[in-house]
């Protein structure tokens, strides 16, 4: 009998390993993205964010270029994630994408890695890059790929590569659809006749993506579901409500404490020199996301979830922008207060409400405050970018939030109206993308 049984427990042990063969395809657990550190993805997004820094891609722009990378590292990535769902269906227009083949082994993280070359070539064409930045997304996607071809066979690799590219293409066309293009064509004229409106503030700088509002959301309804009323009435009267918030920014001005330069500095995230204020929160993901450990699924899940909430929050932001078309403070401030005075940060080429870096933290705060609670962490963009060594900790991801959004004051570019109701405008947002998108059928995040 025990000769039996060993025999048995032999040939049970040669079942399971035929099962677990290549042959046998998604029963693997072993290929499950949960199995997968976050480097890959974390390496991509770094390379992306030093892209759109080196391009100039402006601020509403970038956060578009950091949705469609996630997305693309997600839906590479969700086929060997069998507790999730792809996010087709469940924003606009998203067709059904490319599927593995029953049966066969696939790589998710080499899938992933051609999904994301796809799109990021596609999207820096798109921007008419130079020759550098596809040197750069091919030497990075060939790195990657490098990876994977030390542990996986060969042609478990060109099977993912394919199905990858599939995928890239597929998204690519779905891309092209967002109405991105034809807003590059349109002329744009800032309404005159009134002192509340935006004027230049930058002598040679147009208005900046005046059409923003226009492009296709990801999980928000429409882009004027979230606006906030400005409930602020425009007034020349020393009295006036909305005077006393013009005053508060010349104080804050002429009373800066080094910290508060500091602030206005580490959040600055001007495009050219940083990658774009979404960036910003894209980078303190990424070092969110190696200081918690987090597996290469969660780290897929949070990427796809605070992009999308944020380009959604610029979308919004943009679209409230360009509708009131308030005024600048610096603008105000020389007509009413000083003649001379000058912000600590130049004023960006866009009216002034609500403040965009408030909308998009706002929704970022939202996003990863309900995925992981409340964490303590430091922040150290400004050095990763190369542009400043100053680090900023912070207890929880809304304490930076309202940090980036007083930073704007500090900085004399905002009034308090804009920052306040513009927290509360991406909090919206985000709310509406987790409300639409759901990305598995437990609570999002651990």
């Not at 866009?350 to 962490?377: D, K, N, R």
């Not at 542009?387 to 980036?404: D, K, L, P, V, Y």
Request: glycine share 6%; hydrophobic share 40%; net charge negative.
């Amino acid at each position: 009998m025990p000769v039996r049984r060993t025999i048995s427990k032999l040939a049970l042990m040669m079942l399971m390993m035929m099962t677990l063969s290549p042959i046998s395809a998604q029963n693997n657990s072993s290929l499950l993205v949960e199995n997968y550190d976050s480097v890959m993805a974390r390496e991509w997004m770094l390379e992306v964010y030093g892209l759109v820094r080196d391009n100039t891609i402006n601020a509403p722009a970038a956060s578009r270029v950091y949705a469609y990378t996630s997305i693309a590292l997600y839906e590479g990535l969700v086929n060997g994630m069998p507790q999730n769902f792809s996010i087709s269906g469940q924003i606009p227009s998203l067709p059904l994408l490319p599927y593995p083949e029953d049966g066969l082994v696939y790589d998710f993280p080499a899938v992933a890695n051609e999904s994301i070359a796809t799109v990021v070539t596609g999207l820096f064409k798109e921007a008419n890059a130079n020759d550098e930045t596809f040197t750069r997304i091919d030497t990075m996607h060939e790195q990657q790929l490098a990876l994977r071809l030390e542990s996986i066979e060969q042609d478990v690799i060109d099977r993912s590569v394919e199905l990858g590219q599939a995928i890239g293409d597929k998204l690519l066309d779905w891309i092209a659809t967002d109405n991105y293009g034809p807003t590059r064509k349109l002329s744009y004229e800032p309404p005159t006749g009134d002192d509340a409106l935006w004027v230049e503030t930058t002598e040679g700088a147009p208005a900046l993506e005046p059409y923003w509002g226009t492009i296709r959301p990801f999980g928000l309804g429409y882009p004027e579901q979230c606006d906030e009323p400005i409930r602020l009435d425009f007034s020349n009267d020393p009295n006036s409500t909305f005077y006393k918030q013009a005053a508060e920014v010349l104080e804050a001005s002429d009373n800066l404490t080094d910290e508060q330069r500091e602030i206005a500095r580490f959040w600055v995230d001007t495009p050219g020199p940083t990658g774009a204020p979404s960036g910003h929160w894209m980078l303190i993901a990424t070092q969110f996301s190696e200081q918690a450990d987090l597996t290469l699924d969660r780290t897929a899940e949070m990427y796809t979830l605070l992009s999308m909430s944020i380009a959604d929050a610029f979308i919004s932001a943009w679209d409230t922008k360009y509708k009131v078309n308030l005024v600048r403070p610096v603008t105000y401030i020389n007509r009413n207060l000083r003649r001379n005075w000058a912000p600590y940060i130049e004023s960006p080429p866009f009216p002034e409400y609500p403040s965009g870096h408030s909308v998009g933290s706002g929704a970022a705060q939202e996003v990863l405050t309900i995925m992981f609670g409340q964490v303590a962490f430091t922040d150290r963009t400004p050095i990763i970018n190369g542009h400043e060594n100053i680090q900023r900790s912070f207890t929880s991801f809304e304490a930076a939030a309202n940090e980036a959004a007083i930073s704007r004051m500090y900085g004399g570019i905002h009034y308090r109206a804009a920052i306040e109701l513009g927290l509360r405008q991406g909090r919206c947002v985000a709310q509406a993308v987790l409300n639409n998108v759901r990305l598995r059928s437990v609570p999002q995040g651990e």
